[in-house]
């Protein structure tokens, strides 16, 4: 059956972990800046398409990150197709903010 | 997409089946409840289509969105090994279409809601 990784309705599953969840400095960053972006008064894109970038994930990736990984993914994902940012510039970015830490480029 | 207004919505209690097909586009209507027949709760108000604004596309004309109750037997058929309940999902118009009412469906309309 077609579908995709989210859709897992009816899958044979264990408990669920109904506890609160640590929330990180990193968390409340990556749920501020889909916030701004998803904002009626800036409408860059809707929930609709983060929902869509991240459930279109391969399922290694929607299984192997953590919550608000997958939502950094998907607004930079979207903020590439909206033109806010270059997957260029992006890149570069990410290159010197990791030469400036040391850490391997 | 047409921009000929909807009709009035669907009453409370009216028998339907959610479509069946599996678009390779966004969608929130669940796999697990394609091709099952329900009963509509209520209408829930009109909005942007979710399958349009996920590609940054308006949405519109608004759609209805219903509250529909399954019984989980419908859903789960020979799977169910637990005590019957009712699923209830959000579902947007144009997944749904008119059905004969389901048996187990139509003798317990309006009897208090298992879990969602």
Redesign the interface.
Known sequence: ???NVH?M??DPAGPIDQGEHARTVFDQRVDAMLRLLAHPQKGY??V??M??SI?SLDPQAYHGLAYYERWVRAVRQLAI??GLVSQAALEQRMAAIAARRGARP | MSGAPSPAPLAAGTAVQVRTGAPLTHCRTPQYLRGKRGVVLRALGRYPNPEELAYHRPGMPPLTLYQVEFDAAEVWGERLHEAPYRITADIFEHWLEPAGLPAAAAHDMGASHGRA
Do not use: I, L
Request: net charge negative.
């Open positions: 059956m077609d579908r859709d309705g009816g894109f809707t609709d398409a929902r869509r459930e197709e909206r």
